[in-house]
Structures are given as C-alpha cells and as structure tokens.
C-alpha cells in the first residue's frame, strides 16, 4: 500500500545543458567507415575527417565508430525514466495523495552553432547528410549554421502492478 505522502520517483533527470556543437561528431573515413560507398575510398574523402550531424547521419559512411567514443555524462544518459514493481499478497493499493512520478527527462540543447562538412561535386554542393555515395567529390569544405536553442525529451517510465503469486 502506498499512503498519502508518500512518494516513488523514478524520473529522468530533467534540463541538463548540452551544446548546440554536440550535435556533430569527427570521423575519419576509413576502408571500415566506407565500406558501403566502394567508390569513396578511391577519392579525396577517404583518409580525411568529417564533421556529420548525429541527428541526419550521413548515407556515405558508417559513423556508429566514432558514436561510440563520443563521452556522456551522468545525467544525459539518465534523462530516460526507470520502472515501478509493485506487487501485493491482496489488493495493491495506492491512496490519493501518494506519488509515483514516472516523467522522462530532457535534454537542453543551448543555442548555437553546428558544423557539419560539405562536399562539393561539379557546381554542386551538398552537406554529407544527403552526400550520395555513388557521385564523385572534387572538394571538401567545412561549413556551420546557427540553431536556436531546443529541449530533447526522455523516455516516461513504467508502472506494473501485479499480486505476488502472479506468474
């Protein structure tokens, strides 16, 4: 039985700050990060660091590497919400004025820029996120835009009550 007052929180970690520049990650192109565009690792892009949105990604490399070396704190990685067991011999009560706060958190993206790697094939120039792995590139250039800021939300938890000779 849960009583008025009392209170379980499982919440994620609510508002934590985060740089609008977090949103791009460096990759240096590899045979791995290319071995789905054969046709770049003959070109000017292999060997060579990008800047890649971690939002949009990019269709001409395998950027998962370099995702996973990029360092997160505590509270980002805990802005998901946890999960309440309850379970009872009887009735699994919960009075009015008793709390289980399953919220998910958020992340806070401050605004500011974000630089991300441009490549330019003919007269064409096209960021990487819609770089098409089949084309050639004579050029690579480094380019950031401005973004306002914005709130990223986490996962809510869940509630599972149950009495406690249920399979």
Do not use: C
Not at 62 to 68: E, K, P, Q, R, V
Not at 71 to 77: G, I
Not at 86 to 99: F, I, K, P, T, Y
Request: negative net charge.
């Amino acid at each position: 039985m849960l009583e008025q007052g009392s209170k379980i929180d499982v919440s994620g970690v609510k508002n934590v700050q985060m740089a609008m520049s977090d949103n791009a990650v460096g990759v240096e192109l590899r045979n791995d990060e290319l071995r789905d565009a054969p046709l770049q690792k003959t070109g000017i892009l292999h060997g060579k660091t990008v800047f890649v949105d971690v939002r949009s990604g990019t269709p001409l490399a395998d950027i998962s590497g370099a995702l996973s070396k990029v360092r997160h704190s505590v509270e980002e990685r805990n802005i998901d919400a946890g999960s309440v067991n309850l379970s009872s011999e009887g009735q699994a009560n919960v009075e009015q004025g008793a709390d289980i706060d399953l919220s998910g958190g958020s992340l806070h993206y401050l605004g500011g820029h974000v630089t991300t790697t441009k490549l330019v094939s003919g007269s064409r120039i096209v960021d990487i996120a819609a770089a098409d792995p089949n084309l050639t590139y004579q050029k690579i250039l480094t380019a950031s835009h401005y973004e306002a800021d914005y709130y990223q939300g986490g996962d809510a938890g869940s509630l599972n009550i149950k009495p406690a000779n249920w399979p």
